[in-house]
């Protein structure tokens, strides 16, 4: 037939060769290239997928693990503001009660010196008394020269001191009022 077609001719076998050719490239690339090239690149994807997972994973348990940290830490606040404020109204009470304790043990002591100061005053004052009817008798004595017995002497002056306590004397000097005690002893 016509050998010289053209450039534009076609060739049957030899595209179907070449077709033949080109699929046997395209399976041996799809089985040996593309497969291991397509495992391996959904392998990594699988792989940046997993450690995504795995971080958004460990963000959660770091997330979870910080409010755990948080309420912890805001209940050992709680704990502790209760705790100071309980040893605060401890310290209070027993400061309380300290000065209580130190207020009654003062006014024991108080109430101890004042009875000791009555005492003391008491005692001084029979002292006194004492040193009086003793001073008021010699007087007495000298006074009118007689020698009175210590018993008759000693129950004229405190007479003569139960009259100056309850105001009845009117003598201005002890000496005129145990004189004029001593004569009515004398006249008796």
């Known amino acids: 037939m016509n050998q010289n077609i053209g450039p534009l001719a076609l060739n049957i076998p030899l595209i179907v060769t070449e ?3 080109f699929l046997l490239l ?3 690339l799809n089985r040996f290239v593309f497969k291991p ?3 391996i690149l959904d392998q990594r994807q699988a792989d940046i997928k997993a450690t995504y997972d795995q971080l958004d994973d460990d963000r959660r348990r770091m997330e979870q693990t910080r409010r755990d940290y948080e309420q912890r830490l805001a209940s050992i606040e709680t704990e502790a503001r209760e705790k100071i404020q309980a040893a605060v109204k401890e310290a209070q009470v027993l400061r309380d009660n300290l000065i209580a304790d130190a ?3 003062a006014a024991t002591i108080i109430e101890q010196g004042r009875n000791q100061s009555e005492r003391d005053r008491q005692k001084a004052f029979l002292e006194m008394r004492s040193q009086i009817v003793t ?3 010699s007087a007495a004595g000298k006074v009118i020269d007689e020698n009175l017995t210590d ?3 000693t129950k004229l002056v405190d007479d003569f001191i139960g009259s100056l306590g309850a105001g009845s004397a009117t003598a201005s000097k002890p000496g005129a009022a145990a004189y004029s005690a001593s004569n009515g002893q ?3």
Request: charge should be positive.
């Open 103 to 105: 207020q009654s043990q």
């Open 19 to 21: 077709a033949i050719g």
């Open 37 to 39: 090239i397509f495992g």
């Open 186 to 188: 004398g006249a008796a």
């Open 135 to 137: 001073l008021a008798v």
């Open 26 to 28: 395209l399976w041996f």
């Open 151 to 153: 018993t008759r002497q």
